[in-house]
Nanobody
Framework: VQLQASGGGLVQAGGSLRVSCAASGNILSINAMGWYRQAPGKQREYVAHITRGGSTNYADSVKGRFTISRDNVKNTVYLQMNSLKPEDTAIYYC??????????WGQGTEVTVSS
């Protein structure tokens, strides 16, 4: 499984941004896809994920502001981020869980929220 993240950028606080993660390769093996993020000087933290069945889950810090969705035709997962805050500034990494044991990571896309 290969993952290609895109869509990061610079946005003002209160604004919106959408990041995307396109999967290729053995996509039929993917059970779930989602996002983590890592802010400067901090550990990587979970953001959200969506399962093959369409169930979603969010970190409390983004609940109500971020929405994860998927396009099965394009094999792409999206993270719509609204009401962005400076503390959302991070590199966003998409992941895909495949089979029982494997987790694949994308290269990361940088999101900067200015105050």
């Amino acid at each position: 499984v290969q993952l290609q993240a895109s869509g990061g950028g610079l946005v003002q606080a209160g604004g919106s941004l959408r990041v995307s993660c396109a999967a290729s390769g053995n996509i039929l093996s993917i059970n779930a896809m989602g996002w983590y993020r890592q802010a400067p000087g901090k550990q990587r933290e979970y953001v959200a994920h969506i399962t093959r069945g369409g169930s979603t889950n969010y970190a409390d810090s983004v609940k109500g502001r971020f929405t994860i969705s998927r396009d099965n035709v394009k094999n792409t997962v999206y993270l719509q981020m609204n009401s962005l805050k400076p503390e959302d500034t991070a590199i966003y990494y998409c992941f895909a869980d495949s089979g029982s044991w494997s987790r694949y990571w994308g290269q990361g896309t940088e999101v900067t929220v200015s105050s």
